[in-house]
């Protein structure tokens, strides 16, 4: 079982199946480590750029709550959607701007903020990269304040050296998880899990959402209902956790997507095989984890609606679900759900 699958994509013929209409996500390539000689795990040190739409970002900002390090890591927070034609520096570019409208509300999303830790003021995130020579724009980025260096940018290995090095970094959270715990049979557990939920439901939404081939299409479809039927039979033993009764890493990495699927993937990735509230044991799981501290308040369907549908053919946001109530407020009523069944799946 290769690690590597479960933090980024095969980029073998990327560009043969990109033109096929294959979505085929790129690498992330800065892979320094917080505990290098360069990176020592240091309070107030190091700085977060996220999108709070980006589910890849939302496992970030997840981990970051959860550790307890929103005092010693901090945080700028980019307009879910990017510039557009217009912009005097191109499209598709992810932009730190409080004052943006977003169209969903009619007025600027409080969340979002100045870039404020390279002290340059920089607008977008391609001018963070172009500072180390690097035409990468991706989210989310962590940077070391004092060097003035980019760290990581790969959201896996973000959330692994902020596991690792929690106490260090300033967590002040005496009660945290430990998300990648020592064991062995555990981490190989948590490995086998990370690489099913990758491949099948993190990378795979992306795959039915934003290819443009329907048999390609298709595949990502069944494969992301067949690993939420599975998902939903591990949890229908009623344990609260997927590897038991502790939160580990792989609960982290399921969270974003399943949290932004009823409200959002169901139409904009065309996921309407079923809701996640179908899904009993998973949709109890889904409030489980939404209560725990911290978790709510490190992301924001708001940004999440404005972001993937702001940017869908005419710009117009749908509005709801509004029923059976509505979202993000359904994730505090796991009594929503039917009652567990023993097979898992949804009801036929």
């Not at 580990?248 to 969270?255: H, P, Q, Y």
């Not at 702001?310 to 749908?318: H, L, M, T």
Request: charged share 25%; aromatic share 10%; hydrophobic share 35%.
């Amino acid at each position: 079982m290769s690690t590597e699958t479960s933090k980024e994509e095969d980029q073998t013929n990327a560009a043969a199946r990109r033109a096929r209409g294959e979505f085929v996500r790129g690498v992330s390539g800065f892979r320094n480590v917080i505990g290098e000689v360069d990176f020592p795990p240091e309070p107030g040190r190091y700085h977060l750029f996220v999108a709070l739409n980006c589910p890849w970002c939302h496992r970030v900002t997840l981990a970051r709550s959860l550790l307890g390090l929103q005092d010693s890591i901090t945080m700028d927070v980019a307009f879910p959607n990017r510039t557009g034609d217009t912009d005097p520096a191109g499209p598709n570019l992810w932009e730190f701007a409080p004052d943006r409208i977003a169209s969903v509300t009619g007025g600027p999303l409080p969340e979002c903020t100045p870039e404020t830790g390279t002290g340059f003021a920089l607008r977008l995130a391609k001018e963070i990269y172009r500072r180390e020579n690097s035409e990468e724009q991706s989210l989310p980025i962590l940077y070391d304040k004092r060097a003035g260096r980019i760290v990581n940018n790969e959201s896996a290995e973000i959330i692994r050296m902020f596991d690792d090095h929690a106490e260090a970094l300033g967590s002040t959270s005496p009660e945290r998880p430990r998300l990648y715990p020592s064991d062995a049979d555990r981490r190989e557990r948590i490995d086998a899990l990370n690489e099913q939920i990758y491949v099948a439901v993190n990378n795979g939404s992306y795959k039915a959402g934003f290819s443009s081939d329907q048999a390609t299409y298709g595949k990502a479809f069944d494969t992301y209902f067949e690993t939420i039927d599975s998902l939903e039979d591990i949890l229908s033993d009623g344990r609260p956790f997927l590897l038991g009764d502790t939160f580990t890493e792989s609960d982290l990495r399921l969270f974003p997507t399943l949290y932004r699927h009823d409200p959002v993937y169901y139409v904009r990735m065309k996921l309407n095989g079923a809701r996640i509230l179908d899904y009993p044991a998973l949709w109890r799981w889904l409030c489980r984890v939404y209560a725990i501290e911290g978790v709510a308040e490190a992301g924001s369907l708001v940004h999440c609606r404005q972001g993937y549908f702001g940017r869908s053919w005419n710009g117009v946001v749908p509005l709801g679900p509004r029923f059976p109530r509505t979202y993000p407020e359904a994730y505090l009523h796991p009594e929503l759900a039917g009652p567990l069944t023993s097979h898992g799946g949804a009801p036929d």
